[in-house]
């Protein structure tokens, strides 16, 4: 089946702008993760959405950041006058299950490429 | 706090001699303990997992991991290295009472034919 999809798969964009990346995981998926991967780094939780629970936001890094997951499906990212530190990969994930489920494992998307200039 | 740590930033092997990737962690509870793997332009993918039982857990693509409780340590291993395991590999942990995992850096594994 098909796997979690993410988009764009790169994004150039110019300091102060604001981006959206997007998320589809995979179908019946209702746990999604939302991380960043910067170079030479780990991944960087920053937020969790758990079926209609409130999403657990504690990893955004500033008010610029936000995020939303619609019909408990797709994900939105939302990155606001972006800055040079937030250029990196930002993946997102789903697992079947949400806390009762926290030892299956995390499907990724191929991630989006976040370029700021 | 939780932590992991990956020693390593690389790990340079031959083909076919056996390899180790080091992994070593701290948290407060019962370590759940992963390994996944990202290959050059792909995304992150699920190698295998340790929650309870045999310290020996087997994995995807001829992977096999050991929980040491002691050293609180998950070392990744296989005993024949082929080119195209060159990747880069990320260790994981959480405890019981979290659903977040907390990932290590990464660790880069080149194997020279």
């Known amino acids: 089946g098909a796997g979690v999809s993410q988009s764009p798969s790169n994004k150039v964009t110019e300091k102060g702008k604001d981006v959206e990346l997007r998320c589809d995981p995979i179908?019946?998926?209702?746990?999604l993760y939302w991380y960043r991967q910067s170079l030479g780094q780990g991944l960087e939780f920053l937020i969790y959405?758990?079926?209609?629970?409130?999403?657990?936001k504690s990893g955004l890094p500033s008010d610029r950041f936000s995020a939303e997951r619609t019909g408990g499906s797709v994900s939105t990212l939302t990155i606001q006058r972006t800055q040079q530190e937030d250029s990196a990969v930002y993946l997102c994930?789903?697992?079947?299950?949400?806390?009762?489920?926290?030892?299956?494992?995390?499907?990724f998307g191929p991630g989006t490429r976040l370029t700021v200039l | 706090a939780q932590s992991v740590a990956q020693p390593e930033d690389q790990v340079n092997v031959a083909e076919g001699n056996p390899l180790t990737v080091k992994c070593t962690y701290s948290?407060?509870?019962?370590?759940?303990l992963f390994w996944y793997v990202q290959y050059p332009n792909r995304g992150l993918q699920f190698l295998l997992k340790y929650i309870t039982g045999d310290n020996l857990v087997k994995g995807s693509y001829g992977f096999e991991a050991e929980f040491n409780k002691s050293q609180t340590s998950f070392h990744l291993k296989k005993p024949s290295a082929l080119v195209s395991d060159s990747a880069l590999y990320f260790c994981?942990?959480?405890?019981?009472?979290?659903?977040?995992?907390?990932w290590g850096a990464g660790t880069k594994l080149i194997i020279k034919p």
């Open positions: 994981a942990v959480r405890d019981g009472s979290n659903y977040q995992l907390i």
């Open positions: 179908s019946g998926h209702t746990a």
């Open positions: 959405f758990q079926g209609n629970s409130a999403p657990d």
């Open positions: 948290v407060s509870g019962n370590p759940y």
């Open positions: 994930a789903s697992t079947p299950r949400g806390v009762a489920g926290g030892l299956d494992e995390q499907f």
